[in-house]
């Protein structure tokens, strides 16, 4: 069965400062991977995703992660983060042709100015 | 559109006592589901269905039951609360040919006393 480790529970950053959370998976199988985005007091959010293709994929709020197979890894990064940028991120992963996603435990970005 | 509408938002029971929490979207979707949340654990998938009609158990199904009432509503029932279901559940849908990108609602936050 799938899993996802999300290797830092909490990331304190300061604001401009560059960040990455760091997701790895269990499987070598193909895959789908996501990063989820939960602002506090509500639900998750789509943050990006791969399907195929390109191996680095971005969000429109300057996000961006890049599958590596090889090391069964999907880090999360941004270059310069902002105070609204804080919130739990989840990493999830699903095999390909599977309905289910599996989470990760969450990492906490903290946003200091 | 509305997404996914979870019911109630905030819930105390006591122990030994039954409840359901609602969910429906209008997105179309043809599978749901319910995870819940606990600090540290991420979220772990309690049960699904894969489509109107068909349910399946997921990561920690024991204490619950559900009930896909028809393509748009996926209920989730507590018959007989206990302190460890304390914690905050999502309801959450997704559509096979989207890329299997889960849209969730805010999510009900469940204490059992």
């Known amino acids: ?113 | 559109n509305a997404g996914v509408t979870q019911t109630p938002k905030f819930q105390v029971l006591k122990t030994g006592q039954s409840m359901t929490l609602q969910c429906a979207q209008d997105m179309n979707h043809n599978s749901m589901y319910w995870y819940r949340q606990d600090p540290g654990m991420g979220l772990r998938l309690i049960y699904y269905s894969a489509s109107e009609g068909t349910t399946d158990k997921g990561e920690v199904p024991n204490g619950y039951n559900v009930s896909r009432l028809n393509k748009r509503e996926f209920s989730l029932r507590l018959e007989s609360a206990a302190p460890s279901q304390t914690s905050v559940y999502f309801c959450a849908s997704s559509h096979r040919e989207r890329g299997y990108g889960y849209t969730f609602g805010s999510g009900t936050r469940l204490t059992v006393v």
């Open chain 1, 1 to 113: 069965a799938q899993s996802v480790t999300q290797l830092d529970s909490q990331v304190p950053v300061f604001e401009e400062a560059p960040v990455e959370l760091r997701c790895n998976y269990s499987s070598s199988v193909s895959v789908y991977l996501f990063w989820y985005v939960q602002y506090p007091n509500q639900g998750l959010q789509l943050l990006l995703k791969y399907l195929s293709g390109s191996t680095l994929v971005k969000s429109i709020n300057g996000f961006e992660a890049e599958f590596n197979k090889s090391q069964t890894s999907f880090h999360l990064r941004k270059p310069s983060v902002h105070i609204s940028d804080t919130a739990e991120y989840f990493c999830a992963v699903s095999d390909q042709g599977a309905q289910k996603l599996v989470f990760g435990q969450g990492t906490r970005l903290t946003i200091n100015p």
